[in-house]
């Protein structure tokens, strides 16, 4: 056999390739334990952002403990059975997608724009003195490019917003990417999601907020698709098929 001839290059090539391609599955198969694990400290560290709870010196799971997660019927708003779910494990993402842990939703309620929502949700409780100070809510929604996951915290009192972060979105930088701004989360605090009579208000306006109103925040200039999304997505979890009945039930509790 030749030193160069076109059938040695093709052994070479296939080679190579075949070389290649088992490193880079390999590889993917390998690391997706540690990415999974990645992903789940980072929504930690998300919650306890959003909880004013982060401190870049500690590590997050020590953090976190701080935080108690608990899987909530999202039908009575009363907790899951601990037997039943268990809150370190359960997936809310995949259970959202399970025929059996989720349920459609009719057009004309899908404010947000997700098609199914799940039956169960986790929620996060922060504690003090064993009253409690905040509650954290998992929230997700259409923008314009893409479904924006993030959490609402709420204050002790069950009304009063303590902040807002999106962990996952694939909005346009600079435009609906803008959410992701600490200056504009900010904005926020302090808002009030209910009225009076227990109707969400909260609500993202085109241009700048009213300071008379408790329920509005600044719009994101250019941006005014995925800022309405924030409205929809936040006005539909903080709803009847979200999360108000967990948050009427601890209310009439006095926790
Ligand atoms: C390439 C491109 C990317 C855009 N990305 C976003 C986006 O991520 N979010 C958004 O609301 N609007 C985005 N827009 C703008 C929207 O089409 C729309 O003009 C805007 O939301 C209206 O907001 P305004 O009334 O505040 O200008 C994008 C526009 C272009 C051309």
Not at 42 to 69: C, M, T, W
């Amino acid at each position: 056999m030749a030193r160069e001839s076109v059938s040695k290059t093709f052994v070479v090539a296939i080679v190579l390739a075949a070389a290649c391609s088992l490193l880079v599955s390999g590889a993917a198969i390998g690391l997706r334990s540690m990415q999974e694990a990645n992903k789940v400290r980072d929504r930690k560290k998300n919650i306890l952002i959003v909880a004013g709870l982060y401190d870049a010196k500690a590590a997050v799971e020590k953090s976190f403990q701080q935080i108690e997660p608990r899987v909530v019927d999202l039908a009575t708003g009363e907790y899951a059975a601990e037997d039943q779910f268990d809150p370190e494990t359960f997936d809310q993402r995949a259970a959202a997608k399970d025929p059996n842990l989720s349920v459609k939703i009719p057009s004309e309620k899908d404010l947000a724009g997700i098609g199914r929502r799940e039956k169960y949700s986790l929620v996060y409780l922060v504690k003090k003195d064993d009253k409690l100070d905040q509650v954290i809510l998992p929230v997700d929604g259409k923008g314009l490019w893409s479904t924006l996951y993030g959490f609402l915290a709420l204050d002790g009192d069950l009304n009063t917003v303590k902040g807002i972060t999106f962990y996952e979105h694939a909005e346009t930088p600079g435009l609906g990417g803008e959410v992701d701004n600490p200056t504009w989360k900010a904005k926020w605090a302090g808002k009030k999601v209910y009225d009076d009579k227990g109707g969400v208000q909260l609500v993202v306006v085109k241009g700048v907020a009213d300071e008379s109103s408790p329920h509005q925040v600044d719009g994101l200039s250019g941006a005014t698709l995925t800022a309405n999304g924030v409205t929809n997505l936040v006005q539909y979890w903080l709803g009847d098929d979200g999360f108000k009945k967990l948050l009427e039930r601890l209310k009439s509790q006095g926790v």
